[in-house]
């Protein structure tokens, strides 16, 4: 398994000083790279953030949660650029996996999750599976990223209900250390946090297997 790179659409450039249209030989090469050493593996699209989310949201005119939004949406320009490559669609438009980072309000996970989709499906005809790869909040009180550790438990069933509910086919939480602060353990696994119990003890153990029908 191979992820391209991570976050490309955060703001400030932080992790890729470009656009979508400049991510393109980069995803490009990165999945024939892999493909040619080794045919079988499984190449994500870069992991990406609410950056592409906002962006979207902002390009066509929608409601936007935050002040100072990005002005394109990074996924689509990839997807605008990678559609007029006439070796696209043979490769799978150069990842096997949708990508997407999703944190601190449970419910965004399906709102990233529907956007993704509808852009995936307007430009390719097709919609991947979609893995969460990065998910989590921190518990040292409220803030506009966290809350308290019980409100903790809460977003991870209720994340996890939100992205089973908009299809996606795995979830990586971000993690088990707390040197983000999201972890599942003080510290760097040092004593658990109440959340661990959530997360092992009624996600993996009671719902992992569960079917969801409808909303």
Request: net charge negative; with cysteine; hydrophobic share 30%.
């Amino acid at each position: 398994y191979w992820e391209s790179w991570n976050e490309p659409d955060l703001p400030g450039s932080h992790y890729f000083k470009g656009t979508g249209k400049d991510f393109f030989l980069y995803q490009k090469t990165c999945y024939l790279a892999a493909k040619k050493a080794d045919p079988d593996c499984v190449v994500t699209f870069a992991g990406l953030c609410y950056g592409t989310i906002e962006g979207y949201l902002a390009a066509h005119k929608l409601k936007v949660p935050s002040p100072y939004p990005p002005k394109e949406c990074f996924f689509e320009d990839y997807l605008k650029e990678c559609v007029k490559d006439p070796d696209a669609k043979k490769n799978h438009y150069y990842f096997d996996i949708m990508n997407q980072h999703s944190y601190s309000r449970a419910s965004d996970l399906y709102d990233y999750v529907a956007i993704n989709n509808k852009l995936m499906q307007d430009y390719l005809g097709e919609v991947k599976p979609t893995w969460i790869t990065e998910m989590g909040m921190t518990d040292k009180g409220p803030s506009a990223f966290g809350g308290t550790p019980d409100e903790y438990g809460d977003y991870v069933l209720q994340s996890f209900a939100w992205g089973k509910l908009a299809g996606v086919e795995r979830f990586f939480h971000f993690q088990l250390d707390n040197s983000n602060g999201h972890g599942l353990y003080k510290g760097m696994l040092g004593e658990p946090k109440p959340v661990l119990t959530t997360y092992r003890d009624v996600l993996a153990k009671e719902f992992a297997d569960t079917r969801f029908v409808k909303q």
